[in-house]
């Protein structure tokens, strides 16, 4: 157990939308306003910058990072590594999530003092919305309207609640044999619409040089297809995650 832990969530950001006011949302739950660090892009510093300060946060919330190519490239990956070990180094409990990832636990921060020895490796969920369900209503929270989802540790759990020194390979999915944890999840979010895929994809473009075929299509009948495509595996979400309205 630890005791009096000081947090440190970090996340990389580019753009406001429903997912990063689900994440921001989400994540005051547990954590104070001063500890949350967002690595804003430059070509975007200035609009995310005014959004984060419209919320709870203050200037010493974020910084400034560049980042040309989408998704955890050379460069950008270097800095994750160096701001996350900075302040590890302070003494800092270190979680880094990308922005459309909610770490799950009904009692997250106890949790995690509770637990926490050098890491912890949450298992991975996919929200998918299924045939029936209806495209999201960002006035309302997300487990109100989607139910069904993917389990997989293979290519969605990742080490990411750090109390050691740590260094990520591209993509940060490395888990480096580290026991994934069956009580606590990582749930990625950003496939829970095609609305919401199809306008990250538009925005994207924008931001963004040489951007691969799923992030970057703009046809919204490529983004069916890549959505059904999931059909076949989905599950229900257990009860007591959609029971928690949580996000």
């Given at each position: 157990?630890?005791k009096?832990g000081?947090?440190?969530?970090?996340?990389?950001?580019d753009?406001?939308?429903v997912?990063?006011?689900?994440?921001?949302?989400?994540?005051?739950?547990?954590?104070?306003?001063?500890?949350?660090?967002f690595?804003?892009?430059d070509?975007?510093?200035t609009?995310?910058?005014?959004?984060?300060?419209s919320?709870?946060?203050?200037?010493?919330s974020?910084?400034?990072?560049?980042?040309?190519?989408?998704?955890?490239?050379?460069?950008?990956?270097?800095?994750?590594?160096?701001v996350?070990n900075r302040?590890?180094?302070?003494?800092?409990?270190?979680i880094?999530?990308?922005?459309?990832?909610?770490?799950?636990?009904?009692?997250?921060?106890?949790y995690?003092?509770?637990?926490?020895?050098?890491?912890?490796?949450?298992?991975?969920?996919v929200?998918?919305?299924n045939?029936?369900?209806k495209?999201l209503?960002p006035?309302?929270?997300?487990?109100?309207?989607?139910?069904?989802?993917?389990?997989?540790?293979?290519?969605?759990?990742?080490?990411?609640?750090?109390?050691k020194k740590?260094t990520?390979?591209?993509?940060?999915?490395?888990?480096?044999?580290?026991?994934?944890?069956?009580?606590?999840?990582i749930?990625?979010?950003?496939?829970?619409?095609?609305?919401?895929?199809?306008e990250?994809?538009?925005?994207?473009?924008?931001?963004?040089?040489?951007?691969?075929?799923?992030?970057?299509?703009?046809?919204?009948?490529?983004?069916?297809?890549m959505?059904?495509?999931?059909?076949?595996?989905?599950?229900?979400?257990?009860?007591?995650?959609?029971?928690?309205k949580?996000?």
């Amino acid at each position: 157990m630890i005791k009096n832990g000081k947090f440190k969530i970090i996340t990389y950001i580019d753009r406001s939308n429903v997912l990063s006011e689900t994440f921001i949302n989400y994540y005051l739950k547990f954590f104070k306003p001063e500890e949350f660090h967002f690595l804003i892009v430059d070509s975007e510093f200035t609009p995310v910058s005014k959004y984060l300060l419209s919320k709870e946060f203050t200037t010493t919330s974020f910084e400034k990072v560049s980042n040309k190519y989408y998704g955890t490239t050379t460069d950008i990956l270097k800095t994750q590594n160096e701001v996350t070990n900075r302040f590890l180094n302070d003494n800092f409990i270190v979680i880094y999530v990308d922005v459309d990832e909610i770490i799950y636990h009904q009692d997250l921060r106890n949790y995690i003092l509770n637990n926490l020895k050098d890491y912890i490796t949450p298992s991975g969920i996919v929200l998918i919305p299924n045939s029936s369900e209806k495209y999201l209503n960002p006035n309302d929270k997300i487990l109100n309207q989607r139910k069904y989802c993917i389990f997989d540790n293979t290519w969605h759990s990742k080490t990411c609640i750090l109390n050691k020194k740590y260094t990520w390979t591209p993509g940060r999915h490395n888990k480096n044999s580290n026991k994934i944890s069956d009580d606590i999840f990582i749930i990625d979010i950003g496939r829970c619409c095609q609305t919401i895929i199809l306008e990250n994809n538009k925005r994207t473009n924008k931001i963004y040089k040489n951007v691969s075929f799923r992030y970057s299509t703009e046809d919204r009948t490529d983004i069916d297809k890549m959505v059904t495509s999931f059909l076949p595996s989905l599950k229900p979400l257990p009860e007591y995650i959609l029971n928690s309205k949580l996000f």
